[in-house]
């Protein structure tokens, strides 16, 4: 692939260790690229892969998380936090 890419979009991303870095994803005419600000990771993309990977990640994400919610709703529906069993308003 060609050098000449363009910024597309730069967030900051939060890691596990309670750190952060930014991921910057860069686009040119044959492909995009997603690279940290540190240099370490640099991934590139046929147009058509890119847009599948993203999509597939975003669906994994969200159903990732969804899931989380559901368990931690199905282990413990009393969530109003005032140490009883029951839900809502004394």
Known sequence: MSDN????GRWSVG???GNAEEMILEKNKEGYRLRNDFGNINIEFDKVSAKEFFKKLNDAVND??????????SNDMDTDCDGDDNWGAD
């Open 5 to 8: 890419y363009n910024e597309v």
């Open 15 to 17: 890691t596990p260790d």
């Open 64 to 73: 990732s998380l969804e899931q989380d919610l559901f368990d931690w709703f």
